[in-house]
């Protein structure tokens, strides 16, 4: 495996999480990962061993962890298989805290009674290099399915070191649509979609939403309906959006990291 193909979706600048700086830079590769995903992780061990030697190893330092739940969930044969793979590489860190999160379709939001998966190795993660590896100059965030191009990074490290780097694509999502106008979603035919009687006499079964907000739902429902009959999927749908909402206590979510939710 190459070094052609990147993903990067978090980076921080920690200054040896003190402000220093300097020519040499010790980067961390904080990689979160389900328990059974064992494959992904030897994929990504040849990758960081092919990569690397495109480095400067006498000028720079980077080191690879892994971040998993605890073993408690595991089988015995699973907890076997990463006891092993530990004492192998040494690069396993056990943080505890759920494994996974309900599976759920693509693009649903929803809000859990307890922090997510990927939030709490994230988290905890983070505390955890900030007691064991108090002099980092960087942290690199990655989920296991991410390929990371290590010479091209270190080449935008080196030319870009400063105390506000932040490197990844920033989101902001739209929670609440309720007041979406009708024109956003039908914008090569607004009139057609505002005159459209069908559509028009269903949306009126949800007068606290905008004729917009109502498109938009309905096409969420068409997409990932799981049986409820278009009323009622609308009717949830816009119930659990004011939760979600509720939540964060705005119409949109805060600016954040893709892959950092």
Avoid at 164 to 170: E, K
Wanted: a negative charge.
């Amino acid at each position: 495996m190459g070094c052609q193909q990147w993903t990067l979706w978090a980076l921080v600048l920690t200054g040896g999480w003190l402000g220093h700086r300097s020519s040499s830079l010790r980067v961390q590769i904080m990689v979160t990962s389900k328990l059974a995903s064992l494959d992904r992780r030897a994929i990504l061990r040849h990758a960081f061993n092919h990569c690397m030697r495109g480095v400067n190893v006498q000028r720079h330092t980077l080191e690879m962890l892994f971040f998993l739940a605890d073993l408690d969930g595991a089988s015995e044969e699973l907890s076997e298989s990463l006891t092993r793979e530990g004492q192998e590489f040494g690069d396993l860190i056990f943080l505890g805290g759920p494994d996974s999160d309900p599976a759920v379709n693509r693009d649903v939001t929803y809000v859990l009674e307890r922090p997510t998966a990927r939030g709490f190795r994230l988290a905890f993660g983070t505390a955890w290099l900030f007691q064991h590896r108090p002099d980092l100059d960087f942290v690199m965030y990655l989920d296991d399915d991410s390929y990371l191009h290590i010479p091209r990074l270190m080449d935008k490290l080196e030319q870009h070191q400063s105390p506000s780097l932040a490197m990844g694509y920033i989101m902001e999502t739209q929670l609440d649509m309720s007041d979406t106008h009708i024109c956003k979603m039908c914008e090569k035919n607004c009139d057609r979609c505002r005159n459209d009687e069908q559509l028009t006499t269903f949306c009126q079964n949800f007068p606290d939403m905008e004729l917009g907000g109502c498109v938009f739902l309905l096409n969420q429902c068409n997409l990932f309906n799981d049986g409820d009959d278009l009323y009622s999927c609308v009717r949830k749908a816009h119930i659990d959006t004011l939760q979600v909402a509720s939540y964060f206590g705005s119409k949109s979510a805060p600016r954040w990291f893709l892959g950092m939710g």
